[in-house]
């Protein structure tokens, strides 16, 4: 201890009351179970004096109950802060712990090391700058090491320190050290990342923690601490493109408008011209704002409320920016990093959240998957929790955002499941799919193919035909459901609903059932046009009438299918007891008893409604809209 | 750099220690923690259906509420305060609200627990455990149900204390207020999750990445006000298992042999009278504060005696609902 107090010149009174401004380095610790992770924060924390005496009471009497390190003090339960952690003797979140030297504060996110704990290693690589991976001097690089290192470098963390620990229980052997520095830097340079600095340690005793280790005098780097210290994180993300997302309109009273957020990129000055995206509307900063009075300018990381010159519009999610245009786009190219239970599912709706943004989402391309450990690309259908893919996300509009290795804040999302709520996945901007460049979404003329693409479905509309009972609503009713439930986009038109609506006014003379199925198909080919997938249940009894439906679709657009359900069953079930009436005599012109029903000649799909439960029809038809390549 | 360093093996020419550069126009590091609490607290008022920002009175709670002036600036904030009262506060806390809440013109709520005010609930006869969880933690929820807040903001820091270290700045409550902290939603970069299943809640924490001693620093730099039982002053005081309990009021029964004596002191942290421990000190300005601290050898929660049931004891007060 006598060493480290020589070496770092000064006493935990120097560490608190110096109020100079010392940057802070924001480090993330990973690497495999018991290789000591927990250890070396703990042990850092003891030795940079920043414990205290009833915490070091708590720690010896913890050590004793809980602790694995015989009658020493078990450094580990310093960090490992849950009751079921230290029951467990693991750590299975990230803790965020605070300390200081005279040179730098210390932000440390400890991360945990098992394999179904990656969400949490990403987490904490996503607020650092420099990465401690720890590696068993026993073991060397192992698949964990790899597993964290590509997240590493995938999070863009540029800075790693590789502490070899427990270099005692392979004798001091300065070749098993280089052995492992070798290995490590061989995949660091695969991975791009450019700044390693590998330390032998042993954590529990604090060789090469603080100052240097008498046990290992072959070793003439520096020790953790001293690295820690010294490193140069520094990423210019002050010079880079200016990007403000809007989080608050601030409009107190009629004559203030400022707009607040936290600045994401670059520097703004008053007067500077800027764009809002994704309007493209453009205007200058009139002011900057803070409780502290106006500024002449404001730096990334700030928070302030701009003013702008012109009354444009804009609000929350959308981005003032200047110099090299963002990307304002509804299709990306993405990693994605999946963290929840529930595997991926194309198709279907998440909510995706990027700066202050939330917009409707469906991955619509799996590319493939990244194997973590090769990093070798594998074909895959779907990405379980933990594993890493490339993706195509359509969204439900444009978003301004940047690429992930451009601006952290702006090629940054998470994915939230809409029903859950949960966090299922995060990811990473690599490209835009389509550029409209600077061009505003609004003046592109959008057609049908361009919503449905949106959709990712191609419209069309289904037409079930057949007798009154035959079971039409029913399967309709079912087929919708089981669309939504696939995150299609759809509408179901019922000719008995609509009767009560825009059909009120027909009776069911031959011209008004006509004109029932004229308007009918009118409001489907709308709703094609919008890009939804729209049933229609309708008697719709003569050839005729079906074929002038047909004729209003583009092809393949328009699916005839025919609920065939025999006569005798129909007027069996009678569900609107009708049948019960026509043969009363007190409705007239009712198919199948005084007015023919006629039989489809080539429907796409026939349905045996005696025979086939709603269900497996259903099916049916959601197969059938498989196998074409509708959905 | 005297001493056995590593500099007298040879071959450390590889290595010089230097200061870490920073970008000469990059935020100090006070600007840069206010700023992430100002982001934090504009997306709580963006994203919330109802909002509350919790104000317990304390120097947190005080630079808390100095940041939300800030945030929404020239703005009021768009939330109320929410005061829980216990009824057990020092007197010069109660004092402290209402004047700043007046003198900055806020909405404050109060809620005491009925229940607990009816069955006169007090730490001295029902003990710590049982008074905390009625008068804190019931109180609190009835609140948070009663005006129906999805939100509420809170002063927590997480080098307060290990399961704090390990809670997120956007902390989701089930609809029964339990904080679950295994399955807690990954936080990554700015980004926070708020969306919620109606009847859940969060709990937010603008000062999550704070520790004690940035925390006055910003006073200082600041010049909030606080409350003046920070301050070391002549008060009166008995001595019970090792705490020293200020005599705030009549209610605080003395027992055989004791005999309030007026010491100088002052407290490190705010809360009930009767389980808050003073410190015996001359320290009457900040700036003796910081150099008071820098010498102490005790964590600030040690004077509270509600932390000090078992080592697990704030982990599972939080998985009840407390904050």
Not at chain 2, 241 to 253: E, S, T
Request: aromatic share 6%; net charge neutral.
């Amino acid at each position: 201890m006598a060493a480290h107090s020589a070496i770092l010149g000064r006493t935990r009174e120097s560490a608190w009351t110096q109020t100079d401004d010392r940057p802070t380095l924001r480090l993330v610790t990973c690497g495999s179970v018991d290789d000591g992770k927990s250890t070396l924060v703990g042990r850092l924390l003891f030795d940079s004096k920043m414990l205290l005496d009833d915490q070091l009471d708590a720690l010896a009497a913890d050590s004793k109950v809980a602790g694995t390190a015989g009658p020493a003090l078990d450094f580990a339960l310093l960090v490992d802060g849950l009751q079921a952690e230290r029951e467990q003797g693991i750590t299975i979140d990230v803790a965020y712990r605070f300390f200081a030297t005279r040179r730098r504060r210390f932000v440390v996110a400890d991360t945990p090391g098992h394999v179904q704990y990656t969400r949490n290693m990403a987490t904490g690589a996503s607020h650092a700058e420099l990465a401690v991976v720890l590696v068993d001097a026993r073991k060397g690089v192992v698949s964990q090491t790899r597993r964290h290192s590509h997240i590493l470098a995938l999070l863009g963390v540029r800075h790693v320190l590789v502490a070899v620990n427990k270099m005692d229980l392979v004798g001091f052997d300065a070749d098993r050290f280089t052995a492992i520095s070798v290995a490590f830097r061989t995949m660091a340079e695969q991975l791009g990342i450019a700044d390693v600095q590998c330390i032998p340690v042993v954590a529990c005793d604090g060789d090469n923690v603080f100052g240097n280790s008498g046990r290992m005098p072959w070793y003439d780097g520096p020790s953790v601490m001293e690295h820690l210290e010294a490193v140069d994180v520094s990423d210019g993300i002050e010079s880079r493109p200016f990007r403000f997302p809007v989080q608050w309109v601030n409009r107190p009273n009629p004559e203030f408008r400022g707009f607040s957020g936290r600045v994401a990129g670059g520097t703004v000055h008053c007067g500077d011209p800027v764009v809002v995206q994704p309007s493209g509307r453009r205007s200058r900063i009139s002011g900057i704002v803070t409780a502290d009075g106006r500024l002449q300018q404001a730096v990334s990381g700030q928070s302030v409320t701009l003013l702008l010159a012109d009354e444009v519009d804009a609000s929350r999610g959308d981005v003032l920016t200047s110099g090299t245009p963002p990307m304002v786009t509804d299709h990306i190219a993405a990693h994605l990093i999946w963290f929840d239970d529930e595997a991926m599912r194309r198709g279907r709706r998440y909510v995706l959240k990027s700066g202050t943004s939330s917009i409707g989402a469906v991955v619509s391309t799996m590319k493939h998957r990244v194997c973590i450990e090769t990093m070798a690309k594998e074909s895959a259908l779907t990405l379980e929790a933990n594993e890493i893919g490339c993706v195509e996300v359509v969204l439900d509009r444009p978003l301004v955002c940047d690429a992930y290795r451009d601006n952290r804040d702006l090629g940054s999302f998470i994915l939230i499941d809409p029903f859950s709520r949960r966090t299922v996945a995060a990811g990473l901007v690599d490209a835009p799919l389509r550029r409209p460049a600077n061009v505003s979404w609004h003046t592109l003329d959008v057609d049908k193919s361009m919503r449905a693409r949106l959709k990712q479905q191609k419209p069309c509309v289904l037409w079930l035909t057949g007798l009154s009972g035959a079971g039409k609503s029913t399967i309709a009713n079912l087929v919708d459901r089981r669309l939504c439930e696939l995150g299609r986009h759809t509408m179901l038109l019922d000719g008995d609903n609509l009767r009560h609506g825009i059909n009120r006014d027909l009776g069911f003379t031959s011209e008004a059932r006509v004109e029932n199925i004229r308007r009918v198909t009118e409001i489907a080919a709308l709703l094609v046009d919008a890009g939804l997938i729209t049933l229609v249940s309708l008697i719709s009894p003569f050839r005729a009438d079906r074929d002038m439906a047909r004729r209003r679709f583009d092809d393949g657009e328009f699916i005839e299918i025919h609920v065939a359900t025999p006569l005798s069953t129909c007027e069996a079930r009678d569900p609107k007891g009708l049948y019960k009436r026509a043969r009363a005599g007190e409705l007239s012109n009712f198919t199948g008893i005084d007015q023919p029903y006629e039989v489809p000649e080539k429907p796409d799909i026939t349905i045996d409604g005696g025979a086939l439960s709603a269900e497996a029809a259903a099916e049916l038809i959601v197969r059938h809209l498989r196998e074409h390549h509708y959905l | 750099m005297n001493g056995p360093s590593h500099s007298s093996a040879g071959g450390a020419s590889a290595f010089r220690p230097a200061a870490a550069r920073t970008h000469p126009s990059a935020l100090s590091h006070l600007r840069r923690l206010e700023a992430e609490s100002i982001a934090i607290l504009r997306e709580v008022a963006a994203e919330f259906r109802k909002p509350v920002m919790l104000y317990s009175i304390g120097k947190d709670s005080s630079v808390l509420l100095h940041l939300a002036m800030k945030a929404f600036h020239p703005a009021k904030p768009p939330f109320p305060l929410l005061h829980i009262d216990t009824t057990w506060k020092f007197r010069e806390m109660i004092a402290f609200r209402d004047r700043r809440v007046r003198e900055l013109g806020l909405e404050l709520l109060v809620h005491v627990n009925p229940e607990g005010l009816s069955q006169e609930i007090s730490p001295f006869v029902h003990g710590s455990a049982l008074y905390t969880d009625v008068m804190k933690t019931q109180a609190l929820r009835q609140a948070l149900e009663m005006h129906g807040f999805d939100a509420a903001i809170g002063g927590a820091r997480r080098d307060e204390e290990k399961s704090r270290a390990k809670e997120r700045i956007f902390s989701h409550r089930s609809v029964t207020h339990r904080w679950d902290p295994k399955n807690q939603r990954p936080e990554l970069w700015n980004l926070y999750n708020t969306l919620l299943v109606p009847g859940e809640s969060m709990r937010v924490f603008p000062l999550s990445n704070w520790t004690e001693l940035d925390v006055w620093d910003y006073i200082q730099l600041e010049a909030i006000p606080i409350v003046p039982l920070y301050f070391a002053s002549l008060r009166p005081v008995v001595e019970r298992d090792g705490a020293l309990i200020m005599v705030d009021d009549d209610r605080m029964p003395l027992q055989p042999g004791e005999t309030p004596q007026w010491r100088s002191i002052r407290f490190r942290t705010l809360g009930c009278y009767p389980l808050t421990g003073a410190t015996p000190s001359t320290a009457s300005d900040l700036a003796a504060i910081v150099r008071e601290m820098a010498a102490s050898r005790t964590s600030e929660r040690q004077g509270r005696v509600i932390d000090r049931d078992s080592a697990a004891s704030m982990e599972r007060k939080k998985v009840e609902g407390y904050f």
